[in-house]
């Protein structure tokens, strides 16, 4: 692919991800109208657009230009879609249900193939590497079984009756703190 073939698909790209991140899914699924044909497919319209938004949040820059090219593709059919269901209205259709049942089917079956090729660039993102995080809940567990064994040995000596002066002093000064 040549440079200005490249930069034209990243502007393709860039110009639907921008126009598919202002669409609403409620406006798609046209839940203002009072009897709406589009409202079951509002799942689909949610999930394809938050499908997109993620791409637009990636870091796309490093990717092979082919790679972008397909992905714009995707795009620009998932956003002929939406228009097509933006503008439908019903008339002069013979069943409006069936065409809006075939416009909804038509975003579903769309979004696996087009997710199976996206999950690599939204999952792992070029520019920042995975970092797997550690629970802290383990050195909070073992400074508290600590305190709780320091605090049973000071209590446990001193109300037993054994006097050792370095534990007295630090279980007076601890029971003291928790006056």
């Not at 972008?68 to 995707?74: E, H, I, M, P, R």
Request: net charge positive; with cysteine; aromatic share 8%.
């Amino acid at each position: 692919m040549t440079t200005s073939s490249e930069r034209e698909a990243r502007q393709r790209l860039s110009v639907c991800l921008a126009t598919l991140a202002a669409f609403k899914p409620a406006d798609l699924a046209q839940t203002d109208r009072r009897r709406s044909i589009f409202r079951k497919g509002l799942p689909y319209f949610e999930r394809t657009l938050t499908l997109f938004r993620q791409v637009a949040h990636s870091n796309l820059r490093d990717l092979p230009p082919d790679f972008v090219n397909a992905v714009a593709d995707d795009a620009e059919q998932t956003l002929a879609r939406f228009r097509e269901i933006l503008s439908f209205t019903g008339e002069g259709v013979e069943n409006p249900k069936q065409a809006s049942a075939a416009m909804i089917s038509a975003v579903r079956d769309a979004y696996e193939p087009i997710y199976e090729k996206l999950s690599p660039i939204i999952r792992a993102p070029a520019s920042e590497p995975e970092v797997e995080r550690k629970p802290k809940r383990s050195f909070a567990f073992a400074l508290g079984v600590i305190i709780a064994m320091l605090a049973a040995v000071i209590v446990g000596s001193r109300y037993a009756g054994h006097h050792y002066a370095p534990y007295t002093v630090l279980a007076d000064k601890v029971m003291s703190a928790l006056r």
